[in-house]
Protein backbone atom coordinates (compact mmCIF):
# COMPACT_ATOMS: atom_id res chain seq x y z
CA UNK A 1 0.00 0.00 0.00
CA UNK A 2 3.29 2.28 0.63
CA UNK A 3 4.63 1.12 -2.64
CA UNK A 4 1.43 2.67 -4.11
CA UNK A 5 1.43 6.04 -2.60
CA UNK A 6 5.29 6.82 -3.30
CA UNK A 7 4.10 5.43 -7.01
CA UNK A 8 1.11 7.82 -6.84
CA UNK A 9 3.08 10.79 -5.35
CA UNK A 10 5.96 10.34 -7.94
CA UNK A 11 2.92 10.23 -10.79
CA UNK A 12 1.20 13.54 -9.92
CA UNK A 13 4.63 15.15 -10.38
CA UNK A 14 4.95 13.67 -13.87
CA UNK A 15 1.37 14.93 -14.43
CA UNK A 16 1.89 18.06 -12.75
CA UNK A 17 4.94 19.18 -15.04
CA UNK A 18 2.42 20.09 -17.84
CA UNK A 19 -0.09 22.68 -15.20
CA UNK A 20 3.04 24.36 -13.73
CA UNK A 21 4.25 25.06 -16.95
CA UNK A 22 1.58 26.46 -18.09
CA UNK A 23 1.03 28.47 -14.60
CA UNK A 24 4.21 29.95 -14.60
CA UNK A 25 4.87 30.92 -18.09
CA UNK A 26 1.38 32.37 -17.22
CA UNK A 27 2.10 34.27 -14.26
CA UNK A 28 5.57 35.67 -16.07
CA UNK A 29 3.68 36.67 -19.09
CA UNK A 30 0.98 38.47 -17.39
CA UNK A 31 2.60 42.20 -17.43
CA UNK A 32 2.96 41.40 -21.16
CA UNK A 33 -0.43 40.46 -21.68
CA UNK A 34 -1.85 43.60 -19.68
CA UNK A 35 -0.06 45.72 -22.10
CA UNK A 36 -0.55 43.75 -25.31
CA UNK A 37 -4.16 43.03 -24.94
CA UNK A 38 -6.34 41.18 -27.98
CA UNK A 39 -3.68 43.21 -30.64
CA UNK A 40 -1.06 40.43 -29.30
CA UNK A 41 -2.51 38.55 -32.03
CA UNK A 42 -3.92 41.02 -34.81
CA UNK A 43 -0.89 43.19 -35.60
CA UNK A 44 2.34 42.92 -37.00
CA UNK A 45 5.08 44.64 -35.15
CA UNK A 46 7.61 43.47 -32.85
CA UNK A 47 9.89 46.58 -31.58
CA UNK A 48 11.65 47.22 -28.68
CA UNK A 49 11.09 50.83 -28.80
CA UNK A 50 13.89 53.01 -28.07
CA UNK A 51 16.45 51.14 -25.51
CA UNK A 52 17.60 54.57 -24.67
CA UNK A 53 15.12 56.17 -23.63
CA UNK A 54 13.47 56.48 -20.58
CA UNK A 55 10.69 54.01 -19.72
CA UNK A 56 7.05 55.10 -20.00
CA UNK A 57 4.29 53.68 -17.80
CA UNK A 58 0.76 52.46 -20.01
CA UNK A 59 -1.94 50.73 -18.72
CA UNK A 60 -0.02 50.42 -15.38
CA UNK A 61 3.00 48.34 -16.98
CA UNK A 62 6.41 49.63 -17.37
CA UNK A 63 7.41 49.76 -21.16
CA UNK A 64 10.23 51.79 -23.25
CA UNK A 65 9.03 54.31 -25.23
CA UNK A 66 7.57 53.12 -28.97
CA UNK A 67 7.95 49.47 -27.79
CA UNK A 68 4.94 47.47 -29.03
CA UNK A 69 5.10 43.74 -29.18
CA UNK A 70 2.89 42.19 -31.40
CA UNK A 71 3.34 38.95 -33.70
CA UNK A 72 0.83 38.16 -35.83
CA UNK A 73 3.60 37.37 -38.77
CA UNK A 74 4.50 34.57 -36.46
CA UNK A 75 1.15 33.03 -36.03
CA UNK A 76 0.67 33.18 -40.05
CA UNK A 77 4.39 31.83 -40.85
CA UNK A 78 3.92 29.14 -37.85
CA UNK A 79 0.25 28.23 -39.58
CA UNK A 80 1.53 27.84 -43.35
CA UNK A 81 4.99 26.29 -42.60
CA UNK A 82 2.86 23.90 -40.81
CA UNK A 83 0.27 23.45 -43.18
CA UNK A 84 2.63 22.89 -46.14
CA UNK A 85 4.63 20.39 -44.24
CA UNK A 86 1.23 18.58 -43.08
CA UNK A 87 0.11 18.48 -46.78
CA UNK A 88 3.05 17.44 -47.66
CA UNK A 89 3.81 14.43 -45.25
CA UNK A 90 0.11 13.01 -45.34
CA UNK A 91 0.45 12.04 -48.86
CA UNK A 92 4.09 10.70 -48.51
CA UNK A 93 3.42 8.81 -45.43
CA UNK A 94 0.20 7.39 -46.53
CA UNK A 95 2.24 6.25 -49.26
CA UNK A 96 5.17 5.12 -47.62
CA UNK A 97 3.68 2.99 -45.01
CA UNK A 98 1.47 0.89 -47.85
CA UNK A 99 4.48 0.32 -49.43
CA UNK A 100 6.31 -0.84 -45.89
CA UNK A 101 3.25 -2.60 -45.00
CA UNK A 102 2.59 -4.79 -48.33
CA UNK A 103 4.72 -3.80 -50.77
CA UNK A 104 8.20 -5.18 -49.49
CA UNK A 105 9.09 -8.49 -49.41
CA UNK A 106 8.85 -9.97 -45.83
CA UNK A 107 12.21 -10.58 -43.87
CA UNK A 108 12.93 -7.08 -45.10
CA UNK A 109 10.11 -5.05 -43.94
CA UNK A 110 11.41 -4.32 -40.22
CA UNK A 111 14.63 -2.80 -41.52
CA UNK A 112 12.70 -0.97 -44.50
CA UNK A 113 10.13 0.53 -41.72
CA UNK A 114 13.27 1.61 -39.25
CA UNK A 115 15.33 3.23 -41.90
CA UNK A 116 12.31 5.75 -42.35
CA UNK A 117 11.67 5.96 -38.91
CA UNK A 118 15.41 7.16 -38.68
CA UNK A 119 14.33 10.16 -40.11
CA UNK A 120 12.77 10.60 -36.75
CA UNK A 121 15.93 10.06 -34.88
CA UNK A 122 17.97 12.78 -36.80
CA UNK A 123 17.90 15.73 -33.90
CA UNK A 124 17.04 19.01 -35.44
CA UNK A 125 19.79 20.74 -35.42
CA UNK A 126 21.21 18.02 -37.81
CA UNK A 127 18.00 18.70 -39.95
CA UNK A 128 18.81 22.50 -39.91
CA UNK A 129 22.63 22.54 -40.55
CA UNK A 130 21.26 20.04 -43.81
CA UNK A 131 19.14 22.59 -44.62
CA UNK A 132 21.44 25.62 -44.38
CA UNK A 133 24.33 23.99 -46.21
CA UNK A 134 22.71 21.35 -48.87
CA UNK A 135 19.37 22.26 -49.42
CA UNK A 136 19.20 26.14 -49.48
CA UNK A 137 21.43 26.71 -52.26
CA UNK A 138 19.72 23.95 -53.83
CA UNK A 139 16.32 24.95 -54.04
CA UNK A 140 17.44 28.44 -53.92
CA UNK A 141 19.50 27.92 -57.48
CA UNK A 142 17.58 25.36 -58.74
CA UNK A 143 14.80 24.58 -58.17
CA UNK A 144 13.12 27.48 -57.19
CA UNK A 145 13.41 29.79 -60.28
CA UNK A 146 12.01 26.48 -61.69
CA UNK A 147 8.98 26.64 -59.79
CA UNK A 148 8.54 29.94 -60.74
CA UNK A 149 8.86 30.05 -64.38
CA UNK A 150 6.46 26.77 -64.71
CA UNK A 151 4.25 27.78 -61.80
CA UNK A 152 4.19 31.05 -62.05
CA UNK A 153 0.77 31.61 -63.07
CA UNK A 154 -0.61 30.82 -59.52
CA UNK A 155 0.00 33.48 -57.60
CA UNK A 156 1.38 32.37 -54.91
CA UNK A 157 4.11 30.59 -56.79
CA UNK A 158 5.39 33.83 -58.88
CA UNK A 159 7.80 36.06 -57.82
CA UNK A 160 10.63 37.21 -56.68
CA UNK A 161 12.61 33.76 -55.62
CA UNK A 162 14.79 35.13 -53.04
CA UNK A 163 17.74 33.19 -51.96
CA UNK A 164 15.75 29.87 -50.77
CA UNK A 165 15.46 30.60 -46.92
CA UNK A 166 12.09 30.72 -46.93
CA UNK A 167 8.80 29.47 -46.44
CA UNK A 168 8.99 26.92 -48.63
CA UNK A 169 12.21 25.90 -47.50
CA UNK A 170 11.30 25.49 -44.26
CA UNK A 171 7.97 23.55 -45.19
CA UNK A 172 9.95 20.80 -46.95
CA UNK A 173 12.47 20.64 -44.28
CA UNK A 174 9.28 20.12 -41.66
CA UNK A 175 7.62 17.62 -44.12
CA UNK A 176 10.81 15.52 -43.58
CA UNK A 177 10.63 15.54 -40.10
CA UNK A 178 6.77 15.00 -39.23
CA UNK A 179 6.21 11.82 -42.08
CA UNK A 180 7.93 9.22 -40.02
CA UNK A 181 5.44 10.05 -37.05
CA UNK A 182 2.60 9.26 -39.79
CA UNK A 183 3.96 6.46 -41.38
CA UNK A 184 4.93 4.35 -38.41
CA UNK A 185 1.68 4.67 -36.93
CA UNK A 186 0.11 4.03 -39.65
CA UNK A 187 2.24 0.84 -41.12
CA UNK A 188 1.49 -0.45 -38.13
CA UNK A 189 -2.22 0.15 -38.00
CA UNK A 190 -2.31 -1.95 -41.61
CA UNK A 191 0.07 -4.43 -40.80
CA UNK A 192 -2.58 -4.79 -37.44
CA UNK A 193 -5.56 -5.00 -39.61
CA UNK A 194 -7.40 -8.53 -38.92
CA UNK A 195 -6.24 -11.06 -41.66
CA UNK A 196 -9.60 -12.15 -42.37
CA UNK A 197 -10.55 -8.92 -43.76
CA UNK A 198 -7.44 -9.27 -46.25
CA UNK A 199 -7.86 -12.92 -47.35
CA UNK A 200 -11.76 -12.17 -47.76
CA UNK A 201 -11.08 -9.20 -49.87
CA UNK A 202 -8.08 -11.26 -51.76
CA UNK A 203 -11.00 -14.08 -52.40
CA UNK A 204 -13.41 -11.76 -53.98
CA UNK A 205 -10.74 -11.61 -56.57
CA UNK A 206 -9.09 -8.28 -55.62
CA UNK A 207 -5.36 -7.62 -56.16
CA UNK A 208 -3.21 -7.12 -53.40
CA UNK A 209 -3.36 -3.70 -54.22
CA UNK A 210 -6.72 -3.04 -54.32
CA UNK A 211 -6.84 -4.94 -51.26
CA UNK A 212 -5.13 -2.60 -50.02
CA UNK A 213 -6.70 0.54 -51.50
CA UNK A 214 -10.23 -0.58 -50.85
CA UNK A 215 -9.94 -2.83 -47.84
CA UNK A 216 -7.53 -2.31 -45.69
CA UNK A 217 -6.98 1.34 -45.85
CA UNK A 218 -9.79 2.95 -45.32
CA UNK A 219 -9.78 0.87 -41.79
CA UNK A 220 -7.31 2.67 -40.54
CA UNK A 221 -8.65 6.01 -41.10
CA UNK A 222 -8.69 7.38 -37.49
CA UNK A 223 -4.98 6.56 -37.19
CA UNK A 224 -4.39 8.35 -40.21
CA UNK A 225 -6.49 11.31 -38.49
CA UNK A 226 -4.65 10.65 -35.63
CA UNK A 227 -1.57 10.25 -36.29
CA UNK A 228 -1.93 13.63 -38.77
CA UNK A 229 -2.67 15.96 -35.57
CA UNK A 230 0.25 14.91 -34.41
CA UNK A 231 2.36 15.56 -36.64
CA UNK A 232 0.52 18.93 -36.97
CA UNK A 233 1.63 19.48 -33.20
CA UNK A 234 5.35 18.55 -34.23
CA UNK A 235 5.55 20.96 -36.85
CA UNK A 236 4.01 23.92 -34.97
CA UNK A 237 6.68 23.66 -31.90
CA UNK A 238 10.03 22.43 -34.40
CA UNK A 239 12.62 24.99 -33.44
CA UNK A 240 15.92 24.44 -34.21
CA UNK A 241 15.74 23.67 -38.37
CA UNK A 242 12.92 26.03 -38.84
CA UNK A 243 15.33 28.67 -37.52
CA UNK A 244 18.02 27.64 -39.92
CA UNK A 245 15.87 27.78 -42.83
CA UNK A 246 13.11 29.65 -42.66
CA UNK A 247 15.22 33.33 -43.11
CA UNK A 248 13.83 35.14 -39.47
CA UNK A 249 11.45 37.35 -41.42
CA UNK A 250 10.04 40.52 -38.64
CA UNK A 251 7.02 42.33 -39.28
CA UNK A 252 6.27 41.08 -42.79
CA UNK A 253 3.35 38.46 -43.98
CA UNK A 254 4.66 36.34 -46.98
CA UNK A 255 3.95 37.36 -50.35
CA UNK A 256 4.44 34.23 -51.89
CA UNK A 257 5.72 30.70 -51.25
CA UNK A 258 9.09 31.85 -51.37
CA UNK A 259 9.02 34.79 -48.77
CA UNK A 260 11.40 34.61 -45.57
CA UNK A 261 9.06 33.79 -42.58
CA UNK A 262 9.63 33.37 -38.93
CA UNK A 263 7.60 31.09 -37.05
CA UNK A 264 6.88 31.06 -32.82
CA UNK A 265 9.27 28.85 -31.56
CA UNK A 266 12.49 29.95 -33.85
CA UNK A 267 11.40 33.32 -33.22
CA UNK A 268 11.71 32.88 -29.48
CA UNK A 269 15.48 31.39 -29.92
CA UNK A 270 16.16 34.63 -32.15
CA UNK A 271 15.01 37.45 -30.02
CA UNK A 272 16.11 36.46 -26.22
CA UNK A 273 19.38 37.76 -26.72
CA UNK A 274 18.21 41.15 -27.91
CA UNK A 275 15.24 41.60 -25.67
CA UNK A 276 17.31 41.04 -22.66
CA UNK A 277 18.74 44.58 -23.44
CA UNK A 278 15.35 45.61 -22.72
CA UNK A 279 15.81 47.19 -19.15
CA UNK A 280 11.90 47.07 -18.60
CA UNK A 281 11.82 43.30 -19.31
CA UNK A 282 8.45 43.39 -20.69
CA UNK A 283 10.05 42.18 -24.33
CA UNK A 284 11.03 39.07 -22.35
CA UNK A 285 7.75 38.50 -20.70
CA UNK A 286 6.00 39.44 -24.51
CA UNK A 287 8.36 36.33 -25.27
CA UNK A 288 6.89 34.50 -22.61
CA UNK A 289 4.15 35.25 -24.12
CA UNK A 290 4.45 33.61 -27.07
CA UNK A 291 5.69 30.63 -25.53
CA UNK A 292 2.50 30.56 -23.66
CA UNK A 293 0.23 30.48 -26.86
CA UNK A 294 2.32 27.85 -28.59
CA UNK A 295 2.43 25.79 -25.65
CA UNK A 296 -1.51 26.08 -25.61
CA UNK A 297 -1.73 26.02 -28.97
CA UNK A 298 0.34 22.70 -28.91
CA UNK A 299 -1.78 21.38 -25.81
CA UNK A 300 -5.19 21.67 -27.55
CA UNK A 301 -3.48 20.02 -30.83
CA UNK A 302 -2.12 16.96 -28.94
CA UNK A 303 -5.24 16.57 -26.47
CA UNK A 304 -7.51 16.61 -29.55
CA UNK A 305 -5.10 14.11 -31.27
CA UNK A 306 -5.10 12.18 -27.86
CA UNK A 307 -8.80 11.76 -27.81
CA UNK A 308 -9.39 11.28 -31.00
CA UNK A 309 -6.98 7.92 -30.76
CA UNK A 310 -8.48 7.09 -27.91
CA UNK A 311 -11.70 6.75 -28.43
CA UNK A 312 -12.04 6.11 -32.07
CA UNK A 313 -8.59 4.79 -33.21
CA UNK A 314 -7.89 2.11 -30.39
CA UNK A 315 -4.76 1.23 -31.71
CA UNK A 316 -1.79 2.40 -30.27
CA UNK A 317 0.29 5.43 -31.93
CA UNK A 318 3.55 5.60 -32.15
CA UNK A 319 5.47 8.79 -30.50
CA UNK A 320 8.88 7.72 -31.74
CA UNK B 1 -32.34 3.13 -62.06
CA UNK B 2 -32.89 1.67 -58.68
CA UNK B 3 -30.12 -0.83 -57.76
CA UNK B 4 -32.34 -4.13 -56.25
CA UNK B 5 -30.40 -6.91 -54.71
CA UNK B 6 -31.38 -9.32 -57.10
CA UNK B 7 -30.05 -6.82 -59.90
CA UNK B 8 -26.63 -6.18 -57.88
CA UNK B 9 -26.06 -10.23 -58.50
CA UNK B 10 -27.06 -11.43 -61.53
CA UNK B 11 -24.78 -7.89 -62.60
CA UNK B 12 -21.97 -10.30 -64.76
CA UNK B 13 -18.38 -9.91 -63.75
CA UNK B 14 -16.97 -7.35 -66.30
CA UNK B 15 -14.10 -9.01 -67.95
CA UNK B 16 -14.07 -6.99 -71.19
CA UNK B 17 -10.79 -5.67 -71.83
CA UNK B 18 -10.94 -2.40 -71.58
CA UNK B 19 -11.73 -2.91 -67.83
CA UNK B 20 -8.77 -5.40 -67.29
CA UNK B 21 -6.30 -2.75 -68.29
CA UNK B 22 -7.62 0.28 -66.36
CA UNK B 23 -7.35 -2.13 -63.39
CA UNK B 24 -4.01 -2.83 -64.47
CA UNK B 25 -2.72 0.55 -64.98
CA UNK B 26 -4.13 1.49 -61.20
CA UNK B 27 -2.24 -1.48 -59.76
CA UNK B 28 1.08 -0.60 -61.39
CA UNK B 29 0.27 3.41 -60.87
CA UNK B 30 -0.72 2.74 -56.96
CA UNK B 31 2.87 -0.05 -56.39
CA UNK B 32 4.87 2.45 -58.23
CA UNK B 33 3.54 5.89 -56.18
CA UNK B 34 3.54 3.99 -52.78
CA UNK B 35 6.90 2.94 -54.00
CA UNK B 36 7.79 6.46 -55.29
CA UNK B 37 7.02 8.08 -51.81
CA UNK B 38 9.48 5.09 -50.14
CA UNK B 39 12.36 6.47 -52.54
CA UNK B 40 11.99 10.17 -51.54
CA UNK B 41 11.67 9.45 -47.99
CA UNK B 42 14.37 7.11 -48.57
CA UNK B 43 16.55 9.15 -50.49
CA UNK B 44 16.53 12.70 -48.30
CA UNK B 45 17.53 10.07 -45.63
CA UNK B 46 20.80 9.08 -47.68
CA UNK B 47 20.71 12.29 -48.72
CA UNK B 48 21.23 14.07 -44.52
CA UNK B 49 23.44 11.05 -43.45
CA UNK B 50 26.07 11.25 -46.53
CA UNK B 51 26.36 14.97 -46.31
CA UNK B 52 26.54 14.64 -42.29
CA UNK B 53 29.45 11.80 -42.37
CA UNK B 54 31.05 12.99 -45.63
CA UNK B 55 32.06 16.70 -44.31
CA UNK B 56 31.90 15.56 -40.49
CA UNK B 57 34.57 12.82 -41.50
CA UNK B 58 36.31 15.09 -43.21
CA UNK B 59 36.48 17.82 -40.46
CA UNK B 60 37.13 15.16 -37.50
CA UNK B 61 41.24 14.99 -36.37
CA UNK B 62 42.87 14.53 -33.32
CA UNK B 63 42.56 18.06 -31.54
CA UNK B 64 38.71 17.72 -31.85
CA UNK B 65 38.11 15.72 -29.22
CA UNK B 66 41.09 16.57 -27.05
CA UNK B 67 41.18 20.70 -27.49
CA UNK B 68 38.74 22.66 -25.63
CA UNK B 69 37.44 25.67 -28.60
CA UNK B 70 39.30 28.75 -28.95
CA UNK B 71 37.04 31.10 -30.42
CA UNK B 72 36.42 29.81 -33.98
CA UNK B 73 38.99 26.78 -33.81
CA UNK B 74 40.14 24.79 -31.20
CA UNK B 75 38.18 21.47 -30.58
CA UNK B 76 35.54 20.69 -29.30
CA UNK B 77 36.15 19.06 -25.75
CA UNK B 78 34.49 20.88 -23.91
CA UNK B 79 30.80 20.89 -25.73
CA UNK B 80 31.99 16.90 -25.72
CA UNK B 81 31.92 16.75 -22.03
CA UNK B 82 29.40 18.98 -21.65
CA UNK B 83 27.07 17.31 -23.97
CA UNK B 84 27.47 13.93 -21.43
CA UNK B 85 26.92 15.94 -18.05
CA UNK B 86 23.62 17.06 -19.19
CA UNK B 87 22.43 14.54 -21.09
CA UNK B 88 23.31 11.86 -18.17
CA UNK B 89 21.92 14.32 -15.34
CA UNK B 90 19.02 14.42 -17.37
CA UNK B 91 18.33 10.72 -17.61
CA UNK B 92 19.32 10.40 -13.98
CA UNK B 93 16.68 12.46 -12.76
CA UNK B 94 14.08 11.60 -15.02
CA UNK B 95 14.41 7.97 -14.93
CA UNK B 96 13.19 7.71 -10.68
CA UNK B 97 9.66 9.63 -11.58
CA UNK B 98 9.40 8.38 -15.12
CA UNK B 99 10.12 4.29 -14.16
CA UNK B 100 7.85 5.16 -10.89
CA UNK B 101 5.10 6.44 -13.25
CA UNK B 102 4.97 4.15 -15.57
CA UNK B 103 4.71 1.68 -12.41
CA UNK B 104 1.69 3.26 -11.20
CA UNK B 105 0.45 3.63 -14.72
CA UNK B 106 0.75 -0.27 -15.39
CA UNK B 107 -0.26 -1.60 -11.96
CA UNK B 108 -2.79 0.77 -10.40
CA UNK B 109 -4.73 1.61 -13.58
CA UNK B 110 -8.13 2.62 -13.32
CA UNK B 111 -10.46 5.53 -12.06
CA UNK B 112 -9.13 8.86 -12.94
CA UNK B 113 -6.35 9.65 -11.49
CA UNK B 114 -3.93 7.01 -13.60
CA UNK B 115 -5.62 7.97 -16.96
CA UNK B 116 -5.57 11.79 -16.09
CA UNK B 117 -1.86 11.14 -15.80
CA UNK B 118 -1.59 9.11 -18.82
CA UNK B 119 -2.75 12.01 -20.40
CA UNK B 120 -1.10 14.45 -19.41
CA UNK B 121 2.07 12.88 -20.00
CA UNK B 122 1.26 12.30 -23.69
CA UNK B 123 0.21 15.91 -23.93
CA UNK B 124 3.70 16.77 -22.28
CA UNK B 125 5.63 14.53 -25.05
CA UNK B 126 3.81 17.05 -27.87
CA UNK B 127 5.22 20.59 -25.72
CA UNK B 128 7.60 22.02 -28.38
CA UNK B 129 11.18 21.72 -26.57
CA UNK B 130 11.59 25.46 -26.93
CA UNK B 131 8.36 26.04 -24.82
CA UNK B 132 10.13 23.96 -22.12
CA UNK B 133 13.45 25.58 -22.23
CA UNK B 134 12.00 28.78 -21.83
CA UNK B 135 10.06 27.58 -19.09
CA UNK B 136 13.36 26.56 -17.69
CA UNK B 137 14.82 29.86 -18.38
CA UNK B 138 11.93 31.88 -16.16
CA UNK B 139 12.26 29.13 -13.21
CA UNK B 140 15.61 28.58 -12.40
CA UNK B 141 17.79 31.09 -14.49
CA UNK B 142 15.92 34.00 -13.91
CA UNK B 143 13.63 33.25 -10.51
CA UNK B 144 16.26 30.91 -9.02
CA UNK B 145 18.95 32.65 -9.84
CA UNK B 146 21.36 29.90 -11.12
CA UNK B 147 21.93 31.44 -14.17
CA UNK B 148 23.13 29.56 -17.04
CA UNK B 149 24.16 26.11 -15.43
CA UNK B 150 24.14 22.39 -15.79
CA UNK B 151 21.51 22.36 -13.48
CA UNK B 152 18.62 24.16 -15.51
CA UNK B 153 20.41 22.49 -18.09
CA UNK B 154 20.15 19.05 -17.25
CA UNK B 155 16.31 19.35 -15.37
CA UNK B 156 15.39 20.99 -18.59
CA UNK B 157 16.62 17.60 -20.64
CA UNK B 158 14.61 15.81 -17.94
CA UNK B 159 11.51 17.39 -18.37
CA UNK B 160 11.46 16.29 -22.21
CA UNK B 161 12.69 12.29 -21.21
CA UNK B 162 10.08 12.20 -18.79
CA UNK B 163 7.22 11.26 -20.67
CA UNK B 164 9.21 9.22 -22.72
CA UNK B 165 10.31 6.86 -19.89
CA UNK B 166 7.15 6.91 -18.09
CA UNK B 167 5.40 5.21 -21.70
CA UNK B 168 8.33 2.80 -22.38
CA UNK B 169 8.14 1.82 -18.87
CA UNK B 170 4.26 1.35 -18.89
CA UNK B 171 4.13 -0.35 -21.77
CA UNK B 172 6.96 -2.81 -20.30
CA UNK B 173 5.99 -3.25 -17.30
CA UNK B 174 2.46 -4.12 -18.77
CA UNK B 175 4.08 -7.01 -21.10
CA UNK B 176 4.60 -9.32 -17.81
CA UNK B 177 2.29 -12.15 -18.04
CA UNK B 178 -0.43 -11.83 -15.47
CA UNK B 179 0.01 -15.35 -14.26
CA UNK B 180 3.58 -14.40 -12.77
CA UNK B 181 2.00 -12.07 -10.63
CA UNK B 182 -0.44 -14.11 -9.49
CA UNK B 183 1.72 -16.82 -9.06
CA UNK B 184 3.99 -14.34 -6.95
CA UNK B 185 1.11 -13.05 -5.06
CA UNK B 186 0.04 -16.77 -4.29
CA UNK B 187 3.23 -16.98 -2.70
CA UNK B 188 2.51 -14.11 -0.22
CA UNK B 189 4.45 -12.18 -1.97
CA UNK B 190 3.48 -7.77 -1.13
CA UNK B 191 2.42 -5.60 -4.10
CA UNK B 192 6.13 -3.65 -3.58
CA UNK B 193 7.91 -7.11 -3.77
CA UNK B 194 5.75 -8.26 -6.56
CA UNK B 195 6.92 -5.49 -8.77
CA UNK B 196 10.14 -4.92 -7.63
CA UNK B 197 11.55 -8.62 -7.91
CA UNK B 198 8.77 -10.21 -10.60
CA UNK B 199 7.52 -7.36 -13.17
CA UNK B 200 10.87 -4.92 -13.21
CA UNK B 201 13.55 -7.80 -13.53
CA UNK B 202 11.48 -8.97 -16.69
CA UNK B 203 11.01 -5.69 -18.45
CA UNK B 204 14.01 -4.19 -17.77
CA UNK B 205 15.35 -4.51 -21.18
CA UNK B 206 12.54 -2.76 -22.97
CA UNK B 207 12.74 -0.24 -19.99
CA UNK B 208 16.10 0.40 -21.03
CA UNK B 209 15.58 0.79 -23.93
CA UNK B 210 13.15 3.36 -23.52
CA UNK B 211 15.72 4.81 -21.25
CA UNK B 212 18.51 4.53 -24.42
CA UNK B 213 16.23 6.48 -26.76
CA UNK B 214 15.87 9.02 -24.16
CA UNK B 215 19.47 9.29 -24.00
CA UNK B 216 19.67 9.83 -27.38
CA UNK B 217 16.86 12.76 -27.72
CA UNK B 218 18.53 14.23 -24.54
CA UNK B 219 21.79 14.11 -27.09
CA UNK B 220 20.27 15.60 -29.95
CA UNK B 221 18.43 18.38 -28.26
CA UNK B 222 19.05 21.88 -28.49
CA UNK B 223 16.51 24.32 -27.67
CA UNK B 224 15.80 23.83 -24.32
CA UNK B 225 19.46 23.91 -23.91
CA UNK B 226 19.89 27.14 -25.37
CA UNK B 227 18.76 29.50 -22.80
CA UNK B 228 19.24 26.71 -19.51
CA UNK B 229 22.64 25.72 -20.17
CA UNK B 230 24.18 29.12 -22.35
CA UNK B 231 27.41 28.32 -23.40
CA UNK B 232 31.06 27.60 -22.23
CA UNK B 233 34.25 27.77 -24.23
CA UNK B 234 36.17 25.70 -20.77
CA UNK B 235 36.11 22.41 -19.12
CA UNK B 236 33.17 22.30 -16.80
CA UNK B 237 34.80 23.33 -13.46
CA UNK B 238 31.94 21.31 -11.33
CA UNK B 239 29.74 23.58 -10.17
CA UNK B 240 25.66 23.01 -10.65
CA UNK B 241 24.58 26.48 -10.81
CA UNK B 242 26.10 29.80 -11.97
CA UNK B 243 28.56 28.07 -14.54
CA UNK B 244 27.47 28.18 -18.06
CA UNK B 245 28.73 24.59 -19.91
CA UNK B 246 29.23 24.10 -23.97
CA UNK B 247 27.30 21.24 -25.61
CA UNK B 248 27.44 19.85 -29.33
CA UNK B 249 24.47 20.52 -30.88
CA UNK B 250 25.10 24.15 -29.63
CA UNK B 251 28.57 24.38 -31.52
CA UNK B 252 26.23 22.79 -34.94
CA UNK B 253 23.87 25.37 -34.97
CA UNK B 254 26.35 29.01 -33.92
CA UNK B 255 29.58 27.87 -36.00
CA UNK B 256 28.00 27.26 -39.52
CA UNK B 257 26.51 30.50 -39.22
CA UNK B 258 30.13 31.75 -38.88
CA UNK B 259 32.19 32.66 -41.91
CA UNK B 260 35.42 30.61 -40.82
CA UNK B 261 36.39 27.08 -42.08
CA UNK B 262 37.75 26.30 -39.25
CA UNK B 263 33.87 26.86 -37.46
CA UNK B 264 32.60 24.96 -40.13
CA UNK B 265 34.42 22.28 -39.85
CA UNK B 266 34.03 22.21 -35.60
CA UNK B 267 30.00 22.08 -36.72
CA UNK B 268 30.31 19.31 -39.00
CA UNK B 269 32.63 17.14 -36.93
CA UNK B 270 30.07 18.20 -33.89
CA UNK B 271 27.04 17.35 -36.61
CA UNK B 272 28.81 13.99 -37.43
CA UNK B 273 29.45 13.32 -33.50
CA UNK B 274 25.90 13.59 -32.59
CA UNK B 275 24.57 12.07 -35.01
CA UNK B 276 26.79 9.26 -34.85
CA UNK B 277 25.91 8.74 -31.27
CA UNK B 278 22.22 8.75 -31.93
CA UNK B 279 21.85 6.57 -34.91
CA UNK B 280 24.10 4.18 -32.88
CA UNK B 281 21.40 4.27 -29.77
CA UNK B 282 18.86 3.50 -31.90
CA UNK B 283 20.26 0.87 -34.12
CA UNK B 284 20.97 -0.86 -30.63
CA UNK B 285 18.13 -0.05 -29.06
CA UNK B 286 16.22 -1.29 -32.47
CA UNK B 287 18.55 -4.90 -32.18
CA UNK B 288 17.11 -5.46 -28.41
CA UNK B 289 13.31 -4.95 -28.74
CA UNK B 290 13.73 -7.30 -32.25
CA UNK B 291 15.32 -9.75 -30.14
CA UNK B 292 13.07 -9.75 -26.96
CA UNK B 293 9.97 -9.78 -28.98
CA UNK B 294 11.43 -13.26 -30.97
CA UNK B 295 12.44 -14.64 -27.65
CA UNK B 296 8.74 -13.87 -26.54
CA UNK B 297 7.35 -15.46 -28.76
CA UNK B 298 9.69 -18.73 -28.70
CA UNK B 299 8.53 -18.78 -24.83
CA UNK B 300 5.55 -19.02 -25.37
Known sequence: MKFRIVAGVFASIVGGILIVIVLFLGIYAWPAMRFNGFHFLVHNSWSLGSLYGNPITVHGVEILPGARYDILFLIVGTLLSTLIAVSLAVPLGVGSAMFLAEGVPGPMRPWFSFFVELLAAIPSVVYGLWGYVVVIPFLGHYVFPFLAKWLGFIPIFSGPTGSGYGLLTAGLVLTLMIVPLITATLRDALVNQPVGTREGALALGASRFETLWNVLLPDTRSVLIGSSILATGRALGETMAVLMVSGNALNYLPSNIYTPISTMAAFIVSQLDSALQDPTGMAVRSLAEVALVLCLISIIVNSLARILIHYRGRQTVRTI | ?300
Not at chain 2, 37 to 55: D, K, Q
Not at chain 2, 62 to 78: K, M, W, Y
Not at chain 2, 228 to 244: K, M, R
Not at chain 2, 277 to 299: A, D, K, M, P, T
Open chain 2, 1 to 300: MATTAAHAYSAPINTSGEWIVRRRIFNYLGWGLTALAFVLLGSAMVWILVMVFMRGAGSLNFSVITQVTQGIGGGLLNAIEGTVVLALGGILLAIPPGLATGIYLSEFDGGFFAPTIRFLSDVLVGVPSIVIGYFGYVTMVEYLGWKFSVAAGSISLAIIALPYICRTSEMAIRQVPRGLREAGYALGATEAKVITRICLPMALPTIMTGVLLALAISVGETAPLLYTAGWSNYLWNGHLTNEPIGYLTYAIWAFITEPFESAHGLAYAAAFLVTLFVLIINIVSRVVLERSVIWRGQRR
